[in-house]
């Protein structure tokens, strides 16, 4: 019989305490892409230990690299054996982040196929920006039968603008670019932190690339790539994640392992709504207000607030005094967790890309499915303020983007704890 694993929360006290943050799944993941483009040993720190950093792990295993990944999170890639060119749909199917392998497979071999991405149902999400980039470089596109096939017989940097700054597209494109011939120009590309700390581990292997955290970003092709040692930045979006449940039960949370910098927009959004924020080195204190204040919310590309907080400020707007009001730009179906905050109270309408909550004082617990990575931690969230018992189901989705979080929670005083059902 198949077991799946559910998490159950039950109504909590104000959460207190100190939570340490791990290093962030969306730095991780093209960092561990980019390995492909160095054929010595690249050794990654503090890698947490996510289910989507083990589908990458076998993705680059069945590459051929030497990837071993040890107890304190130190992640140790060979991409000296790298033989293969195609990355198979069993793989790529479970996580979209899988297609970053095109960009530096294509840099490496001149040819790669990879099939379609899966991922988190989030709406449509296309990837013709990636492949316009590549094509812009020199690349020969051909999608087929659900893979994408690209050939080169040299990639050449060319200048390059991006429609929309997408974060996957400029990681691609930067990475297929550091070892093309001569410069490439991407303008218009997404400033968001894990762009950064990509660009800072290529330059350690000896890439050229300057202008990352811009919307312009230079990158000069180099003839090869070397060995490098480089600790992933903290996960900005865990951390906001545990800052919510500081304010949506009125709590005090030490966040530790932070990068002030990159937790802004969640910070003054959190002021807003009546939280008291305090700085410290590497960390932030959130004390939760008695009541919670509506506000507006729209999400945008970095420094924007972020899409993957959307969901958890659902959830805390739902008990907030009154009616909030958040427009999502990013992802054109990312609402999802709306119906399932419903079946626990909550007041949602949603009129296209805008949600309407109208806080309520009292949620009530129910059974309730993640539909994706970041709607189970707003049902989370939410069931730590409702009366009774919560059950979330499909927690495969929550643990993609969260290192047992119940653990981490149940350590701040919450009544959660994950259960096998049959
Ligand atoms: C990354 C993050 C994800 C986050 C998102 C936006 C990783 C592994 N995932 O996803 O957690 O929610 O950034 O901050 O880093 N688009 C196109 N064509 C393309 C590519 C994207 O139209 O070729 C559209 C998408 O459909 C979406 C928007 O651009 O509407 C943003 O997507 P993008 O920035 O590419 O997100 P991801 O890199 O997939």
């Known amino acids: 019989m198949n077991k799946q694993h559910c998490i159950v929360v039950r109504k909590s006290g104000p959460l207190e305490g100190r939570v340490r943050i791990d290093g962030a799944k969306n730095s991780v993941l093209p960092i561990m892409a980019a390995t492909l483009l160095c054929e010595q040993e690249c050794i990654i720190e503090d890698v947490p230990k996510l289910r989507d950093v083990y589908v990458m792990i076998d993705l680059l295993k069945t590459l051929g690299a030497g990837v071993e990944?040890?107890?304190?999170?130190?992640?140790?890639?060979?991409?000296?054996?790298?033989?293969?060119?195609?990355?198979?749909?069993?793989?790529?199917?479970?996580?979209?982040?899988?297609?970053?392998?095109?960009?530096?497979?294509?840099?490496?071999?001149?040819?790669?196929?990879?099939?379609?991405?899966?991922?988190?149902?989030i709406g449509t999400r296309p990837i013709?920006?990636?492949?316009?980039?590549?094509?812009?470089?020199?690349?020969?596109?051909?999608?087929?039968?659900?893979?994408?096939?690209?050939?080169?017989?040299?990639?050449?940097?060319?200048?390059?603008?991006?429609?929309?700054?997408?974060?996957?597209a400029t990681e691609n494109i930067i990475m297929a670019a550091s070892l093309a011939k001569g410069t490439t120009v991407l303008e218009n590309a997404a400033e968001e932190p894990e762009i950064v700390d990509l660009a800072n581990f290529l330059n350690s292997m000896g890439a050229d690339i300057k202008g990352a955290g811009t919307n312009t970003i230079t990158i000069k092709g180099v003839e090869r790539l070397g060995a490098t040692t480089h600790r992933v930045i903290p996960d900005r979006i865990e951390a906001g994640t545990f800052m919510v449940a500081a304010a949506i039960t009125g709590g005090d949370i030490m966040v530790d392992n932070i990068m002030l910098e990159h937790v802004k927009p969640?910070?003054?959004?959190?002021?807003?709504?009546?939280?008291?924020?305090?700085?410290f080195e590497n960390g932030i204190r959130v004390q939760g207000p008695d009541s919670i204040s509506n506000t507006t919310i729209k999400t945008l590309p970095h420094p924007g607030f972020p899409t993957d907080?959307?969901?958890?400020?659902?959830?805390?707007?739902?008990?907030?005094?009154?009616?909030?009001?958040?427009?999502?730009?990013?992802?054109?179906?990312?609402?999802?967790?709306?119906?399932?905050?419903?079946?626990?109270?909550a007041e949602i309408k949603i009129e296209g890309r805008t949600a309407v909550v109208r806080g309520t004082p009292k949620l009530a617990g129910a059974k309730v499915d993640a539909t994706d990575l970041r709607a189970g931690a707003a049902l989370i969230l939410a069931g730590l303020v409702s009366e009774g018992e919560t059950v979330i189901g499909q927690i495969h989705h929550i643990e993609r983007g969260y290192v047992h979080i119940e653990n981490k929670l149940s350590q701040l005083g919450a009544d959660i704890r994950r259960i096998q059902q049959i």
């Open 266 to 279: 969640v910070a003054a959004k959190l002021r807003e709504i009546g939280c008291t924020i305090t700085e």
């Open 128 to 168: 013709d920006l990636h492949l316009k980039g590549f094509e812009a470089l020199g690349a020969k596109i051909n999608v087929e039968h659900g893979s994408v096939e690209a050939v080169a017989n040299e990639l050449v940097g060319e200048r390059i603008y991006l429609d929309f700054p997408s974060v996957g």
């Open 309 to 345: 907080m959307q969901a958890q400020f659902m959830a805390l707007m739902s008990v907030a005094n009154g009616t909030s009001v958040i427009t999502e730009t990013v992802f054109e179906n990312r609402f999802m967790h709306a119906t399932e905050l419903a079946r626990m109270g």
């Open 69 to 121: 990944f040890s107890e304190d999170g130190v992640l140790r890639v060979d991409g000296s054996k790298v033989d293969k060119w195609s990355a198979p749909y069993e793989l790529v199917r479970k996580m979209r982040a899988s297609f970053l392998v095109l960009g530096p497979l294509l840099a490496r071999f001149k040819r790669t196929m990879v099939s379609m991405p899966g991922g988190c149902a």
